[in-house]
């Protein structure tokens, strides 16, 4: 009470008697308001620079059997999972996110219709109903990680043309059906094959025999990962959203999403390589370290280039986020994912200094090789001011995520080491 | 007690002053006309049929605006052909030669069917619209 001066008294009390102008000055502060709500909004783009923020800018929007997502594009629709929705290791089917090619895609199957098509090089063409397929091949489950190829591409320097994603094109299920092996051994492939084709119910209005008629993608039949394929009809114990690819889906564990095919209907084996264009010009990466290559080696044409593959391994903080404000001295446990198309992750690491130092994280439960694994960190900040948090994981290969960033001109492969600002604040 | 002192009159006053000085503080009721951010909510899909139809009925898709300028209904007209204008939207501002190369893209590679004085009608609005240099909106 003493320390209230006379002055601050009287402060108070004139502004008690200033309350008679108390409406003016709503309507200057709703004005003001107005401006400020504007600017609490993402912008609509990002660029030239960094996309600043964890996440694409995009409006949230809802779809039918879907949580409200970030909205990429409406036609076809590619959607992108929200960040807090990571801090789980299965990410819920309504909140998976959603990647689509062309404009014609099911918005109705008809289960009297669909039918899973086995043909091409093989000894006995099949065609299976749903019913069928289920009675004929025993089912087995994988929990991995889908994550589409161009995830995290608003990051690259320079920016390069394609879905602009931040980080939420990537999710991780139980993915449960048939394995493609006994389905390809059903059907006997002949020899001399060299790949399977898979199609789906998507279409495009392009001409036939070019990428903007129909999504095709192959896999060596040589390729180890053959063995490990499911053709999915139930995602974390339901059946698939159509918007991830009812009623049937590929699953190539380890592998990005490109290759997962949606609304499958056709498997074709192939004597020759595949030449289509979702093979032969587009998912491709340098054949480099990392897949990363330079705007100036593009121009020169000398890059050379191979189909995308494996995930690189990963690690995200998801929580704090960054408009959280922690008090300096409280104890708090820092959390997130990690995960690796090599194979598990075995180390997560955190620092709290930008990467000077680092301290391993507690590992949560292990799900398989190619699941999300989450992770925590118990911290406490000892001082006010901004702290910069960072994360990296190592998987069962040895693979440690790295500090330096990726470019090539696809936006593929991006695993930089993850960086998140907090600001903590004193305590008293 | 029918007459308070003027010494307790004045303690109650102090407390009260204290008080609004804490508010401003630790702050109460700071209500202000904003935007909400409002997403309704979708009402639940109609009763299903028992047959096997399996339906979510039909894709939501909206016309995003564009700026103003010669060209603009050349753009999304033929752009809107494949995909949603909203693909040029998404990007990042840029520059003339990265748009020449998408239009290229669309015409030889996805077999979109643009006249030659068309193509370049196109490439001047993005040019002028969604170059690091000309990106408003």
């Known amino acids: ?428 | 007690m029918s007459h308070r002192s003027p010494y307790a009159l004045a303690a109650t006053f102090l407390c009260l002053s204290a008080a609004t000085l804490l508010s401003a503080q630790s702050e109460r009721g700071d209500y202000m006309p904003r935007n909400l951010g409002a997403l309704s909510q979708p009402a639940p899909r109609r009763a299903q049929t028992d047959d096997a139809k399996y339906s979510i009925g039909s894709y939501p898709y909206f016309w995003p605006e564009f700026p103003e300028g010669e060209g603009r209904d050349m753009v999304t007209g033929y752009c809107n052909a494949c995909h949603s204008p909203r693909y040029i939207l998404m990007q990042p501002p840029l520059s003339r030669d990265q748009w020449a190369a998408e239009v290229t893209k669309m015409v030889k590679t996805y077999g979109m069917d643009i006249p030659q004085d068309t193509q370049a009608v196109i490439l001047d609005y993005l040019d002028a619209h969604f170059t690091p240099e000309t990106r408003k909106h």
């Open chain 1, 1 to 428: 009470m003493a320390a209230i001066s006379r002055r601050r008294l009287l402060e108070t009390l004139s502004a008690g008697v200033t309350s008679v102008a108390f409406a003016p000055l709503l309507a200057a502060r709703a004005a003001a308001a107005a401006q400020q709500g504007a600017a609490e909004h993402l912008p609509p783009f990002t660029g030239p620079d960094a996309n600043p923020y964890w996440s694409s800018v995009g409006p949230v929007v809802t779809y039918p059997q879907k949580y409200p997502l970030i909205l990429l594009t409406d036609r076809p629709v590619q959607l992108e999972t929200p960040r807090h929705y990571f801090l789980s290791p299965f990410t819920p089917n309504g909140a998976f996110y959603v990647r689509w090619h062309l404009q014609g895609i099911p918005s109705t199957v008809d289960l009297a219709e669909w039918r899973l098509e086995v043909s091409g090089n093989v000894e006995r063409p099949l065609k299976f109903s749903l019913p069928e397929l289920l009675a004929k091949f025993p089912s087995t489950s994988i929990a991995a990680v889908n994550q589409c190829s161009g995830n995290s591409r608003s990051y690259l320097q320079p920016r390069v043309p394609g879905g602009q994603w931040g980080n939420g094109a990537m999710g991780n299920a139980l993915w449960t059906g048939m394995r493609l092996r006994d389905v390809l051994r059903a059907a006997g492939v002949r020899p001399g094959s060299v790949q399977v084709q898979f199609q789906g119910m998507d279409e495009g209005p392009g001409p036939e025999g070019l990428g903007s008629h129909s999504f095709l993608k192959s896999l060596d039949l040589t390729n180890p990962v053959i063995e490990e394929c499911l053709l999915a009809y139930e995602m974390n114990g339901e059946p698939l959203p159509l918007l991830n690819g009812f009623p049937l889906r590929v699953v190539v564990p380890g592998y990005f999403g490109t290759y997962w095919v949606k609304a499958l209907t056709s498997i074709r084996v192939l004597d020759k390589p595949d030449e289509n264009f979702w093979m032969k010009s587009a998912y491709r990466i340098p054949d480099t370290a990392r897949g990363s290559t330079t705007p100036e080696a593009v121009k020169a044409g000398n890059v050379k280039t191979i189909p995308i593959g494996r995930m690189p391994v990963r690690s995200f903080i998801i929580t704090p986020e960054p408009d959280e404000k922690i008090p300096a001295g409280l104890p708090l446990t820092l959390r997130g994912i990690a995960f690796s198309g090599s194979g598990r992750v075995t180390k997560v690491e955190v620092s709290a200094d930008n990467g000077h130092t680092w301290a391993a994280a507690h590992l949560g439960e292990d799900y398989g090789p190619y699941s999300f694994r989450t992770w925590e960190f118990p911290w406490t900040a000892d001082h006010r001011g901004m702290h910069t948090l960072a994360v990296r994981a190592t998987d069962e290969k040895g693979n440690l995520q790295p500090d330096e960033p990726v470019w090539n001109p696809g936006g593929y492969l991006w695993n930089r080491i993850e960086r998140q600002k907090i600001t903590v604040g004193a305590a008293q």
